[in-house]
Structure formats: structure tokens, C-alpha cells
């Protein structure tokens, strides 16, 4: 049973930071690439930062020189270090493992919600 466990969101003030915490079960954090996703009210989930097929990783424009994705391959665990956090970082923040093969499945985790608020 695949799963994407997540932890680390929670309420912050502007200008805070949060580290997002995805551990992922089995041999999915090896052979899938890791990201991260979030959905606001009344929006789509949109793409946050993910590390591609190859090793490298790609950002929202929004995002970028605020927020880094890394990994710890012994934990199995992929991070999602947050800094400069604006209001418009609120949303639930997903953690998701995108298949190799479009035969196989995607999985996703539960969500966290951030809020980022005075």
C-alpha cells in the first residue's frame, strides 16, 4: 500500500517560513518524481515545485527564490522549504509522486493546509 504521509503545515505570519514534510512508502520515492502541489479556495491545483524525470527540479514562477524542494533518499522523504511566505501561499499543499510509466498510477497525499496570515 503506497502512501505519501505529510506534515509540517500550520499558520504563519507574512514574511515567516514552514518546511513541508512528504515520507513516501515502498519503492515510490526511488522510481516516481516527487513534487508538490497546492489548491487555494476556489482555484485549481496548480503545480509548486517538483523534481523531474531527470533529477532537476522546476517552480511555479511564484515561487521561485522563496521556496526549495529537496529530498532525503535514506528517509525517503521529500521537503518543501518555504521562506517569504505571502498570503497568497495559503492553500493545501500536496504532496505528489508522478509515475515513470503512464501505466502506472500517481499517488498523492492528503494535504496540509498553510495559512499565511497576520
Known amino acids: 500500500q503506497v502512501q505519501l504521509v505529510e506534515s509540517g503545515g500550520g499558520l504563519v505570519q507574512p514574511g515567516g517560513s514552514l518546511r513541508l514534510s512528504c515520507a513516501a512508502s515502498?519503492?515510490?520515492?526511488?522510481?516516481?518524481?516527487m513534487g508538490w502541489y497546492r489548491q487555494a479556495p476556489g482555484k485549481q491545483r496548480e503545480l509548486v515545485a517538483a523534481f523531474t524525470g531527470g533529477g532537476s527540479t522546476n517552480y511555479v514562477d511564484s515561487v521561485k527564490g522563496r521556496f526549495t524542494i529537496s529530498r532525503d533518499n535514506a528517509k525517503n522523504t521529500v521537503y518543501l522549504q518555504m521562506n517569504s511566505l505571502k498570503p497568497e501561499d495559503t492553500a493545501v499543499y500536496y504532496c505528489n509522486a508522478r509515475p515513470p510509466l503512464r501505466t502506472l498510477p500517481e499517488y498523492w497525499g492528503q494535504g496540509t493546509q498553510v495559512t499565511v496570515s497576520s
Open positions: 515502498g519503492s515510490i520515492f526511488r522510481l516516481y518524481a
